[in-house]
């Protein structure tokens, strides 16, 4: 088990940034490739980013060059950087745990979610 607690969502204009946590406990952090996916209503949940057990790091399109995905294996903890933030980077941002790398929203483990408002 897994309990995965996200953080750092907030309120921030266009163009401006926001650092997302993501704080991990119970098994082995290290276990895990990590990811970020976020959902707006009625809509399916999308991938961010993910970061595999050895730090290689993978971005959707809309994100790259603008999100920057890292991990701290000492502090089990998962971040992510989102700078020249746009309205359409509005959703609910979830952190997830899985043992490969995938882009699926099929992560084994979740957390909670953050809400990431962008306003124009």
């Known amino acids: 088990q897994v309990q995965l607690v996200e953080s750092g969502g907030g309120l921030v204009q266009a163009g401006g940034s926001l650092r997302l946590s993501c704080a991990a406990s119970g098994n082995t952090f290290t276990n895990y490739t990590m990811g970020w996916f976020r959902q707006t209503p009625g809509r399916e949940r999308e991938f961010v980013a993910a970061i595999s057990k050895k730090s290689n790091t993978y971005y959707a399109d809309s994100v790259k060059g603008r999100f920057t995905i890292t991990r701290s294996n000492a502090e089990n903890t998962l971040f992510l950087q989102m700078d020249r933030l746009k309205p359409e980077d509005t959703a609910i941002y979830y952190c997830?745990?899985?043992?490969?790398?995938?882009?699926?929203?099929?992560?084994?483990?979740w957390g909670q979610g953050t809400q990431v408002t962008v306003s124009s």
């Open positions: 997830a745990a899985h043992p490969y790398l995938t882009a699926l929203p099929i992560y084994r483990y």
